[in-house]
């Protein structure tokens, strides 16, 4: 059972324009929401995260929305640039319990 | 200061046989949680350990196990190996259990079953 998923396995992206990557989940009780990148050859790094008590959460080029009713989060990157070539994953937590992660969406900037 | 560290970064065992991964999280660190990663199926999650009792565990059969030693550092064993094994184990260490948004991951160990 994925409690976590996003459903574009990739996506392109010029250079410069805006990349939107999506994430839904099932459980209600998920509080706590991240964003991870990982490079090929490297460990998952922390990207940004979300409290279910926000609606956005900005750092730089960086903007995460949740919106619970509809349980779905996107991770906007404006502009994207060539280093953000990655693969993304989202991220859920209840409380102090395991992280649970979807499956990853490979984006790819087109220079 | 140093990273989570794990080794062997690259393996390749046999059907049926057992593997042991290694993990040493950054110092201090007392929390170890271990996940694999397959195509298509994203980062699964494998155990927990912190202060060297397993707080969580994933949905992973019994051929699947771990422990974390009094210096914090941790293993992972796989027996029976079967091909379906064959993935990315990623280990990773934060400050305290749980704490999503602390928590570093090492560069991993891919593990190929023939």
């Known amino acids: 059972d994925q409690q976590v998923k996003q459903n574009s396995p990739s996506l392109s992206v010029q250079e410069g324009r805006i990349s939107i990557l999506n994430c839904d989940y099932t459980?209600?009780?998920?509080?706590?929401f991240l964003w991870y990148k990982k490079y090929p050859a490297e460990g998952p790094t922390f990207l940004i995260s979300?409290?279910?008590?926000?609606d956005k959460n900005e750092d730089g080029r960086f903007t995460v929305f949740l919106n619970k009713s509809a349980k779905h989060l996107s991770l906007h990157i404006v502009p994207s640039q060539p280093g953000d070539s990655a693969v993304y994953f989202c991220?859920?937590?209840?409380?102090?319990?395991?992280?649970?992660f979807g499956t990853g969406t490979r984006l790819t900037i087109i220079p | 200061k140093a990273g989570v560290t794990q080794t062997p970064r690259y393996l390749i065992k046999t059907r049926g046989q057992q593997v042991t991964l290694s993990c040493s999280p950054i110092?201090?660190?007392?929390?170890v949680s271990w996940y694999q990663q397959t195509p298509g199926q994203g980062l699964q999650f494998l155990f927990e350990?912190?202060?060297?009792?397993q707080r969580n565990k994933g949905n992973f059969p019994g051929r699947f196990s771990g422990r974390q030693f009094s210096n914090s550092r941790s293993e992972m064993n796989v027996s029976t190996l079967e091909l379906g094994d064959s993935a990315l184990y990623l280990c990773?260490?934060?400050?305290?259990w749980g704490a999503g948004n602390t928590i570093y991951f090492g560069e991993g160990s891919w593990l190929t079953v023939v």
């Open positions: 459980n209600s009780m998920f509080d706590y």
């Open positions: 350990y912190f202060s060297e009792t």
């Open positions: 979300i409290s279910s008590i926000k």
């Open positions: 991220a859920a937590i209840i409380g102090n319990e395991k992280l649970t």
């Open positions: 110092s201090g660190h007392r929390s």
């Open positions: 990773a260490s934060s400050p305290s």
